[in-house]
């Protein structure tokens, strides 16, 4: 099988990907679902170990973007211990309602839990979130992976269709930008991070 992928424009892709918020996106302005199922199905073809698949997503839009708002503002005000912060509530209330689609990500233990350990299954969920990037990028879209609020609590699991043994991973917010991004890539050079070895 011969594949000739021009790679430029894939390199230029990865280069251009950015986290873009919500408070960038264009207010009202709604992505087609053809696109987000886009999105999805490229974030099906990332590596696993012993093919477990474990990515599992949940999509809001619509007036679900409102339901989500409230569910996660509540899941925050019910559960944080001793350490309530207003601002914070007040964002989660807020902040979904900017968006076109919000994909909550989790990560779903195999039963062949034994096979491999939890992190593999984690790091294959990341792949999966890497491939959405990408994917929304070469649209010419902006998302945000975001795990604040209420990603790692143990009382949302359950609102997310996750069990004790699994993880929820945060949330992938995505809109049609109204502020790009200006500059370059922030990264340091790569050669101050490898060891290359030739004997």
């Not at 170990?49 to 503002?73: C, M, N």
């Not at 964002?91 to 779903?108: D, R, T």
């Not at 195999?110 to 350990?117: D, G, V």
Request: overall charge positive.
């Amino acid at each position: 099988m011969e594949f000739n992928y021009n790679t430029e424009q894939i390199s230029a892709l990865i280069k251009n990907r950015r986290s873009i918020y919500p408070n960038q996106y264009e207010l009202g302005k709604v992505v087609p679902d053809e696109i987000i199922w886009q999105i999805l199905e490229n974030a099906n073809h990332a590596p696993n170990h012993k093919q477990t698949e474990p990515w599992r997503f949940i999509v809001y839009s619509g007036d679900g973007l409102k339901s989500f708002a409230k569910l996660q503002s509540d899941i925050y005000f019910k559960n944080i211990s001793g350490d309530f912060k207003q601002a914070r509530y007040d964002k989660l209330l807020n902040y979904p309602l900017m968006s076109s689609h919000i994909i909550a990500i989790g990560m779903k233990r195999s039963e062949r839990k034994e096979l491999l350990p939890e992190i593999e299954e984690i790091e294959a969920v990341a792949c999966a979130v890497q491939n959405m990037f990408l994917t929304v990028t070469a649209f010419g879209l902006g998302c945000y992976w975001t795990t604040a609020g209420i990603t790692y609590m143990e009382a949302a699991k359950p609102y997310f269709d996750l069990g004790p043994e699994d993880k929820l991973l945060g949330f992938l917010y995505i809109g049609y930008v109204a502020k790009p991004f200006e500059g370059p890539s922030k990264r340091r050079d790569i050669r101050n991070k490898v060891k290359w070895v030739i004997k």
